[in-house]
């Protein structure tokens, strides 16, 4: 604009003057699903950030919490000193209170798991985030009357893997 030029983009609002509820609210969505999407700024993981306080951004599912329930209470043994605030919608740019509650850290990674949501923990054979082998590959490798190195060779595969899966160290629930 300083040089005659025009921007494309929408200017931040600044929101002067209004309350943190309010402030909060000019960046909520609702939506059919019952989840309050926040379409204000995300961190790298989907999560959004809001400053709340005017020191520094917090995630928005705090915030929420923070602004509708009251204060969180205090738990020394997690990361922000207070229990996490989880979703039960389980949807990151959901704010709505009534979708929210609060755990441990370990209750957080329990909802997770026995939600599926993990790539790896319980995750067995291909459904693991990391697996390069099928149950059927399994039955070959150990099968197989070649080395470990002819094995690697052929199938492109580490020898230590192929090690492991004979002697059933991994995917020991194929048979």
Not at 38 to 64: C, E, M, V
Not at 147 to 173: D, F, M, N, P
Request: aromatic fraction near 8%; charged fraction near 25%.
């Amino acid at each position: 604009m300083r040089l005659g030029k025009t921007i494309d983009k929408q200017l931040q609002t600044q929101h002067h003057g209004l309350s943190k509820r309010e402030r909060f609210e000019k960046r909520v969505e609702k939506m059919e699903s019952g989840c309050w999407h926040w379409t204000g700024s995300l961190n790298k993981t989907g999560y959004g950030q809001f400053n709340l306080n005017g020191d520094r951004p917090i995630l928005t599912h705090r915030a929420s919490w923070l602004i509708y329930k009251g204060e969180i209470p205090v738990n020394s043994e997690s990361a922000y000193q207070t229990l996490y605030v989880l979703h039960s919608c389980d949807n990151p740019k959901c704010v709505n209170p009534e979708h929210l509650f609060l755990g441990s850290q370990q209750g957080n990674m329990d909802d997770k798991m026995a939600k599926g949501r993990h790539a790896y923990g319980n995750a067995l054979g291909e459904k693991h985030g990391n697996a390069k082998l099928t149950p059927d590959l399994v039955r070959e490798i150990r099968a197989s009357a070649e080395t470990e190195s002819q094995l690697s060779k052929r199938l492109g595969i580490a020898r230590s893997s192929i090690y492991a899966v004979r002697r059933g160290q991994t995917w020991k629930h194929v048979t």
